[in-house]
């Protein structure tokens, strides 16, 4: 199984900061990975596919980067509203596996 | 409007059963592949299962190949995940999710359904 590694586990950040979220593939994936954001309570929502494609209705201030073995989720100027826990997946092949999240938490 | 809605969780002993329900509306259920993805208390999220639109081709997680069984009816717009043998593992809130037909997504959620396994 491939396995996805996302880093880091966790941040502290402050409203209006730059903030980037990294995940690596244990094998090539070309760029089938997407990005999602999951609140407390609530279920994921899929902000990113292709690697670099912004979802239907999603703030353009997320972008997503990478292509192979390596990805980049980046939030360009962090708003209340984004503190969540952010999941890369890759579906690659077989099982399909998610990255371990990446908590966001306010400064 | 496209939708998910979980139903079946509950409370099961180890070494029980249960079936999971996700009925599907708003969109052409039988165009595409389905999955299931569960999340334990206080774990990040892992992927269970997927079918295809077909229902022709299935795939498991390890940690529940033999014991869950995945399938859809096209005709009722649901999709179904039966559970076996259950373990005190499996403890966990259960989705289902639309896959898109482009890499990466799954871009429909349902709400989750919630399972326990304990005596």
């Known amino acids: 199984a491939i396995q996805m590694t996302q880093s880091p586990s966790s941040l502290s950040a402050s409203v209006g900061d730059r903030v980037t979220i990294t995940c690596r593939a244990s094998q090539g994936i070309r760029n089938d990975l997407g990005w999602y954001q999951q609140k407390p309570g609530k279920a994921p929502k899929l902000l990113i596919y292709a690697a670099s494609s912004l979802q239907s209705g999603v703030p353009s201030r997320f972008s997503g980067s990478g292509s192979g073995t390596a990805f980049t989720l980046t939030i360009s100027s962090l708003q209340p509203e984004d503190f969540a826990t952010y999941y890369c997946?890759?579906?690659?092949?077989?099982?399909?596996?998610f990255g371990g999240g990446t908590k966001v938490e306010i400064k | 409007e496209v939708q998910l809605l979980e139903s079946g969780g509950g409370l099961v002993q180890p070494g029980g059963s249960l079936r999971l329900s996700c009925a599907a509306s708003?969109?052409?259920?039988?165009?595409?592949?389905m999955s299931w993805v569960l999340q334990a208390p206080g774990k990040g999220l892992e992927w269970v299962s997927a079918i295809s639109g077909s229902g022709g081709s299935r795939y498991y997680a390890d940690s529940v190949k033999g014991r869950f069984t995945i399938s859809r009816d096209n005709s009722k717009n649901t999709l179904f995940l039966e559970m076996n043998s259950l373990r005190a593992e499996d403890t966990a809130v259960y989705y289902c999710?639309?896959?898109?037909?482009?890499?990466?997504?799954?871009?429909?959620w349902g709400q989750g359904t919630t399972v326990t396994v304990s005596s």
């Open positions: 999710a639309k896959a898109t037909t482009v890499p990466g997504g799954m871009d429909v």
């Open positions: 997946l890759q579906d690659y092949n077989y099982p399909l596996t």
């Open positions: 708003g969109f052409t259920f039988s165009s595409y592949a």
